[in-house]
């Protein structure tokens, strides 16, 4: 084993706990990943799930001695970060935590947007009070960077309304790819001539940018053991939530299978979602062999996946 995944959060725009939600999970985005022999410890999202894995930590890795974690963010939407005054290690004297993410904002360092949550006027203890060491690293999208330990990271810049990091982890001739939240590209000029405004060259160039864009990201996975990937919508759904910054579910099946990815893990299920339908459509969508090469399931809460 080279990397072991858990998923702590699957849940997409706002925790949704109750009877419905119960197989599936409720809480928001947060996955945990163990590293080689030594399970070096990265975390990648802050959502509500975040506050169970920290649990977790305090019984199953405290006791080893202090903690120490890499949290990466895959954008700073609140879903996605909402757990982080919840974590318990940042409140653990010793503990070591460095937080990496985008920001969409010159001004606006990552602490300020992350820790920001943690002012009196949202929560009773400030940023400053924390016991843990805390170091901030703002990420841009990059080809390669070297973690350490034998890990690589590539990074690539998502299509959401902030920006959004896609995160692909190598070690030991394996990966671990994230693709969240993201919306496939697409040509956002006129394309019908008889529209007075239609410019034929910027319609032209449009759809060009649009496969270039969407043919970057899927070379960004290409290949991978697994991605979980954006997949909050059907089609049929897609059509009044456009620009909203998601993928449908029939998108990120073709395009992990153009991409020769060998298991897809669909991922930020819509809060509305019951467990129910969920079991629906993954009769639909994740039938043995019919996705190709590609392996198909929808993330659950608790689920454990070695790569």
Known sequence: MAMKLRFWGVRGSIPSPGPTTQKYGGNTACIEIRVGEEERLLIVDAGSGIRSLGN?????DLPKGPLRADIFLSHT??????GYPFFTPIYIPGSRLRVHGPVSFEDDPLEEVVGGQMKYRYFPINLGELASEVEYIRLKED???DLGDGLRLITKVLNHPITALGYRF?????SICTCYDTEPFRNLFITDPSDPAYDEAMAVEGEVVAVEQNLAIEQFYAGADLLVCDAQYTEAEYVNRRNWGHTTIEYAIAAANRAGVKRLALFHHDPDRSDARLDELAKIYCQPAKNGETEVFFAREGMVLEV
Do not use: K, L
């Not at 977790?56 to 199953?60: E, K, N, P, Q």
């Open 56 to 60: 977790f930590m305090m019984a199953s």
């Open 77 to 82: 939407h609140w879903d996605h970060i909402m």
């Open 143 to 145: 080809p390669g960077i």
């Open 170 to 174: 190598e070690y030991q001739g394996r």
